[in-house]
């Protein structure tokens, strides 16, 4: 036999790796069934926030394949390892199939009338103490009728999406800049940059189509560069061409550091600045409109971060930090920037958010294709439902603010309710809802129902013992939990009502990229699992029955009546005519008069069922045809920008087609290490399972890979405290201690003094040690950065 | 002899024996210096894609020259692709050369098919990475899978789709690679109803007509991958020297997602 050295080694490697093949992880013993006979149907992937389409192949009433979609302009027929097992996220052995009450301490089955009836005497007690807590994977429905439900119905803005637990720094940051939500550009970017900058986004394991939209160029001889800002090594850190690794928080430092130098070089794109921006600093008590300033301060602010100061500050070499300004100096290249958690959930969220924008606008690195700074979101609809419908306590539908009486008034003409009805008082924002709820009625917590829809708070909210297991023991407070499996939450839920998941009703989501997308029911929900708008007409009309006065609009009507086409009532809040008409289509065909103010302008629902998404603003053309917008503020593209203008920031705060280039400081940490806890702790997701893995840890093939949260800890750290790879580990911060195994060398590898857990485990809670500080602006909780400790519990047991 | 002479022919002796020593220690250290080099270098990355946190120190070595590995790396081992390796090569089963083109039978076939729907949550799913892996990059599996490896009855695929170098966003290990075996730290395994479509057969126009493809052909682009030399063996094509193979086998229409691409069908409400 002639083998060469080489081939030895490949044969070993293959040999050692076949002979591993473990049978306890393979997929489950499928039994036969002829392809033929499957039918597809479209749907947007239920998970991330990317927005891939899936083609859903249906058999028998069960999903039984799903590919990707082909036709789909996001992700051109590929998923990722959750997008093609999303199928199995359906068919969990426990979930939840009937409505069941807290009784004697044990939750015991009961009736759907039986459940709403409770739910809305309970909320008919007391309207004002009532909150709704949803989700950025309600639907844009969903969401809409929760928002109408609440402000046109109870007069109460007590709703809040989990979104700000994610989203709020984006869309704080994109307000104060350019006066409206959302990102100018889009996908295509990724298409058509030279450089892609990854802000601390771990784009290979939380965008994995995104990033291979990205990488695979490199496949079809194109050479764009990749460059990552991060705290640790991840699965993307291999494909970068520069890794700048900073310390927590210097993310500040860093982006100024870099406009510094533009200046000093005289490098920025002066003729983009004098025609489109002025510039604004923070007031004395941070808030979103800030104060002008000149760009001779502006200069004089920045003039400290000086490339050994950024230096100091963030541990990136200067060489590096002078790379990323020759870059951004570069008229000739385009340049996207992504980012995700890192930059959102900090305690200056809002203002790293402001920085990054201002570095492209400083630098004329916008309205170009591929000039872009583009955040992504992490759930399929926290853009189309929790930013666009507005279901955070102080929005009204379609970009309009509560407190703003002119919107009050537009938002009652729409829903026909009398003048006066919406309350100008905007409700508590996440972390004070929760808290609210969890403290005992007489030390003040004023808020004793919560309704939680598609989320999981008991394993998502920082600093989870004060947020949310305080609940535990307070008699006279009542959660109500609408799910699909069991979870964190629904152990503390005194009402528990099964859902129904993702193909098995009808739905909306918007992604990343301003997409709007649609999907049909295309099975049966298991059991008694009922659609969660449903459950908000159904609450509504028990209401109405109960007598609650704002259950009816001008006319006497019930709020959510339906008509069809023949002009008859349909009784959609009765479960068996629900489907009579597509009540999601009524929806959407309401929300979408709001859509208009904020020039987000979307097409009609049958529009949206023709394709797969639609980027809005979306505007009819002399044709009759719909078109979308790729390029926002950007003349050629964005039908709503002048003629001869080049870019125009129609929604400018300053009303003058401006955007606002911010200056921040860079500011410590709320939390920093100190001799006590000596780590940084920061938290996050993995490729495999997604966010609080309700349903991937219920699929085997994702979770075979991944069966556990774990801390991953630097080597020499570990060989310090004697430590090694597989140990039983005690974390502990202020907040809490959590044992988990450690993880030298894993998925990730921290530098020195940092620690990393994901947060997907629902039996090892991370987030009963996380901070819970928020921004002061977008009040979105830091998650990323906390002071730890960490001491040996039991030695690996096989080492 | 005189005394001068007996001087010299011992000095001569000395240097003879001083310069066989010489000459075999250069030689031997000559190759087990090639030899030493070549198995670090085998152990290790490339010098220069390692940074300061990376497995190596290289503070304390000289650009361009490699260390030896530390004791973490080696504990690392363990639970790396070739923790379970031993190397015996008499386990592996020789495939006949002839067979390799010859038909594959009908009972191959159902072996092979059985094999590929064990690693699939459904026809048409991602396959799962039946094997542990490092965590590092694509390079790693694409050592093997890239060219498609082929000894004896071991296979290592061949990629059917080169463009597509993120390997781990599609292919998920089916266990691991975690650092520890203690069974308290790991979750029951979970239940899930799902049941998968499985693999059909194409179907044929006429007795003899080539068979149309029976599942998806979307995304990839190297027939062989699975039906060359480094497939599955029931897989085979019998005659691989024709390389054109959608010449003669038409997608199957029912796998090609058409109906679904037209807008406005399969959109009817249920």
Not at chain 1, 436 to 459: E, H, I, S, W, Y
Not at chain 1, 492 to 505: G, N, R, S, T
């Amino acid at each position: 036999m002639n083998l060469d050295r080489r081939d030895f080694l490949r044969l070993s490697a293959l040999a050692a790796a076949t002979a591993m093949v473990d049978r306890r992880a393979e997929a489950a013993p499928t039994s036969p069934a002829p392809a033929a006979g499957i039918r597809w149907q479209k749907a947007p992937c239920r998970f991330c926030g990317t927005g891939c389409h899936v083609q859903v192949g249906v058999q028998n009433e069960k999903v039984v394949a799903i590919q990707g979609d082909p036709e789909a302009e996001v992700n051109k027929g590929l998923l990722c390892v959750k997008g093609y097992h999303v199928g199995l996220a359906l068919y969990g052995q426990d979930r939840l199939t009937q409505p069941q009450l807290r009784k004697n301490g044990k939750l015991t089955p009961i009736s759907w009338e039986e459940a709403i009836d409770v739910a809305a005497r309970r909320i008919l007690a007391a309207p004002d103490k009532f909150a709704i807590y949803s989700s950025g994977q309600s639907t844009i429905p969903e969401g809409y009728a929760i928002s109408k439900f609440l402000r046109g119905g109870l007069g109460s803005n007590q709703t809040e999406p989990n979104a700000r637990l994610c989203m709020a720094s984006a869309v704080t940051g994109f307000l104060s800049t350019y006066g409206v939500d959302e990102p100018a550009g889009c996908y295509d970017d990724l298409d058509h940059c030279d450089v892609l900058v990854l802000w601390g986004n771990n784009m290979a394991e939380m965008h994995p189509v995104l990033f291979s939209r990205f990488i695979d160029r490199r496949s079809r001889g194109e050479k764009p560069l990749l460059i990552e800002l991060a705290t640790r090594r991840t699965r993307t850190t291999p494909f970068a061409d520069h890794f700048l690794l900073f310390k927590p928080q210097s993310d500040l430092a860093i982006l100024n550091g870099v406009a510094h130098l533009l200046l000093a070089w005289g490098k920025h794109d002066a003729a983009f600045v004098e025609k489109y921006c002025s510039f604004r600093r923070d007031t004395e008590k941070p808030s979103l409109a800030g104060q002008p300033m000149s760009f001779d301060d502006y200069k004089k602010a920045l003039a400290e971060y000086t490339p050994a100061r950024v230096s100091e500050l963030s541990g990136v070499p200067a060489e590096q930090i002078e790379l990323l300004a020759r870059l951004f100096a570069r008229r000739d290249l385009r340049i996207t920037s992504t980012w995700c958690m890192g930059f959102n959930q900090h305690t200056r969220g809002t203002n790293v958010n402001r920085l990054c924008h201002g570095l492209h606008l400083l630098s004329g690195h916008f309205g170009r294709p591929g000039d872009a700074p583009t955040s992504l979101t992490g759930q399929p609809s926290a853009c189309g439902t929790a930013r666009e419908v507005g279901t955070l306590c102080h929005t009204l539908p379609g970009g309009r603010l509560v407190e703003n009486a002119e919107h009050r008034a537009e938002t009652e003409q729409i829903w026909n309710v009398p003048a006066g009805r919406i309350a100008p008082k905007p409700g508590y924002h996440t972390a004070l809802m929760w808290e609210k709820f969890c403290t005992p009625t007489d030390k003040g917590g004023d808020l004793r129902t919560m309704f939680v829809q598609a989320t999981n708070p008991g394993q998502s909210l920082p600093n989870l013992h004060k947020l949310f297991r305080a609940k535990k023991g307070l008699e006279d407070k009542f959660l109500i939990v609408s799910e699909v499996y069991p979870s964190a939450t629904t152990e503390l839920a005194d009402l528990v009502l099964p859902a129904a998941l993702w193909v098995e009703k009808n739905g909306m989501f918007g992604n990343s990229e301003r997409r709007t997308q649609q999907w049909f029911r295309m099975v049966p929900p298991p059991g008694q699992a009922r659609d969660d708008a449903w459950m908000i007409l159904a609450l509504a009309h028990r209401l109405l029955e109960l007598g609650h006065p704002g259950m009816k609009d001008r006319d006497g009507r019930f709020l959510f009546a339906q008509k069809n086409e023949a002009g008859a009532e349909v009784p959609v809040w009765d479960w068996p005519h629900y489907y009579d008409l597509n009540v999601d289509r009524a929806l959407f065909e309401e929300y979408r008069r709001f859509s208009a103010y904020k020039h987000k302008n979307l097409a009609p629902y049958d529009e949206y069922v023709k394709t797969r998404g639609l980027r809005w603003p979306v505007v009819q053309q002399p044709d009759g045809s719909w078109r979308e917008t790729k390029f926002r503020f950007a003349e050629g593209d964005d039908p709503f920008v002048k003629k001869g203008a080049g870019v125009q920031f129609y929604h400018s705060t300053t009303k003058n087609d401006r955007a606002q280039i911010w200056f921040a400081p860079y500011e410590k940490a709320t939390e920093e290490p100190d001799q006590e806890f000596p780590f940084w702790l920061c938290t996050g997701r993995v490729l495999e399972h997604w966010h609080t893995g309700t349903m991937t840890r219920r699929i085997a093939p994702l979770q075979g890979a991944m069966p556990s949260a774990y801390v991953e800890m630097h080597r020499d750290d570990a060989a310090e405290r004697g430590l090694r790879n597989g140990d039983l580990v005690a974390l502990r911060t202020r907040r809490g201690e959590v044992r988990l195994p450690l993880w030298i060398d894993g998925r990730g590898q921290p530098p020195r003094g940092s620690l990393f857990v994901p947060f997907f485990d629902e039996r090892l809670l991370i987030n009963e040690l996380t901070l819970g500080d928020i921004d002061p602006i977008s009040k979105e909780p830091d998650y990323k950065k906390c002071a730890a400790t960490v001491a040996r519990v039991a030695p690996n047991p096989q080492p | 002899m005189s005394e001068r002479e007996q001087r010299r022919e011992r000095s001569r002796r000395l240097a003879r024996v001083l310069a066989a020593f010489v000459l075999t220690a250069a030689v031997s250290g000559f190759f087990m210096g090639l030899q030493g080099n070549r198995s670090q270098l085998s152990l290790t990355r490339p010098v220069g894609t390692f940074s300061a946190d990376s497995l190596i120190r290289t503070a304390e070595a000289p650009p361009g020259v490699a260390t030896a590995v530390r004791y973490e790396q080696v504990d690392r081992r363990k639970y790396g692709p070739n923790a379970g390796w031993t190397s015996d090569l008499r386990q592996l089963q020789e495939t006949p050369a002839a067979a390799l083109s010859a038909p594959a039978s009908e009972e191959e076939r159902r072996a092979a098919l059985a094999e590929r729907t064990r690693r699939r949550a459904f026809d048409g799913a991602p396959p799962t990475i039946p094997h542990p892996i490092l965590q590092d990059t694509s390079a790693a599996c694409l050592a093997c899978h890239g060219p498609g490896l082929r000894i004896k009855d071991r296979i290592a695929s061949k990629i059917s789709h080169p463009p597509y170098a993120n390997c781990t966003q599609c292919h998920a290990p089916t266990a691991g690679p975690w650092p520890t075996q203690d069974a308290r730290l790991l979750p029951p395994p979970v239940g899930n109803d799902f049941v998968g479509a499985t693999p059909t057969a194409g179907t044929r126009a006429t007795p003899g007509a080539p068979p149309t493809v029976p599942h998806g052909i979307a995304l990839r682009s190297d027939c062989l991958s699975c039906h060359g030399p480094a497939g599955l063996y029931g897989l085979r094509t019998s005659h691989p020297e024709r390389q054109s193979c959608l010449q003669c086998h038409a997608p199957g229409a029912a796998h090609e997602l058409r109906a679904a691409r037209t807008p406005g069908v399969g959109a009817a409400q249920p």
